[in-house]
């Protein structure tokens, strides 16, 4: 199973925002709403951002956000702060109850 | 309080099986779907299937089909991940999470590092 596509790295200065693309096909991101993104930082649990494409879990920061377009998802970060600075992983349903991951971007905050 | 603990670390020689348990306490056992997650050093998460509490029922994904088996004790409230036939590229750390209303994860456990070296 090939993993959904991300860049390797994404960075960006405080207070400026930034989008990390995640691209599938019509078999998982294009086919369902069901889009997750986690964020990991180094020697840390990997922690639920977004789930079901646009929808943050309680606690999450509103600067937080995501969407979808065909076979791509995206998170964008608004106002960057130097907490943000980690792995993040997107996620999503492939069709007969499997799940697939992106590879992984790393954020540096400048 | 709700959590997910995992075994502790495993060494295993090429060849061998492992077998990772998460215990789940501080919510119903049966109400949510456990999945596996591994992360080899330096690299990516990558999903390797669920179990559903309840039934037991398992959906693998295909880069483990024939290797992996997980199963459940309900009387524990403790989910295992059996992985076999290992090799070195099975080092890494496997997690376990709890799975949401749908297919995203909310809660994880602390994670297993499992060593395969000769």
């Known amino acids: 199973q090939s993993a959904l596509t991300q860049p390797a790295s994404v960075s960006g200065s405080p207070g400026q925002s930034i989008t990390i693309s995640c691209t599938g096909t019509?078999?998982?991101?294009?086919?369902?709403?069901?889009v997750s993104w986690y964020q990991q930082h180094p020697g840390k649990v990997p922690k639920l951002m977004i789930y079901?494409?646009?929808n943050r879990p309680s606690g999450v920061s509103s600067r937080f956000s995501g969407s979808k377009s065909g076979n791509t998802a995206s998170l964008t970060i608004s106002g960057l702060q130097a907490e943000d600075e980690a792995d993040y992983y997107c996620?999503?349903?492939?069709?007969?109850?499997?799940?697939?991951f992106g590879g992984g971007t790393k954020l540096t905050v400048l | 309080q709700v959590q997910l603990v995992q075994s502790g670390a495993e060494v295993k020689k090429p060849g061998a099986s492992v077998k990772v348990s998460c215990k789940a306490s501080?919510?119903?056992?049966?109400?949510?779907?456990i999945h596996w997650v591994r992360q080899a050093p330096g690299q990516g998460l990558e999903w390797m299937g669920v179990?559903?509490?309840?039934?037991?029922?398992?959906s693998y994904s295909q880069n483990f089909q024939g290797r992996v088996t997980m199963s459940r004790d309900t009387s524990a409230s403790t989910v295992y991940m059996e992985l076999s036939s290992l090799r070195s590229e099975d080092t890494a750390l496997y997690y376990c999470?709890?799975?949401?209303?749908?297919?995203?994860?909310?809660?994880w456990g602390q994670g297993t590092l499992v060593t395969v070296s000769s």
């Open positions: 179990i559903t509490p309840s039934l037991g029922s398992t």
């Open positions: 996620s999503s349903y492939r069709a007969s109850n499997t799940l697939v």
């Open positions: 999470a709890r799975r949401g209303s749908s297919w995203w994860f909310d809660l």
């Open positions: 079901d494409v646009n």
């Open positions: 019509s078999s998982d991101i294009g086919d369902y709403d069901y």
């Open positions: 501080g919510y119903p056992f049966s109400n949510n779907y």
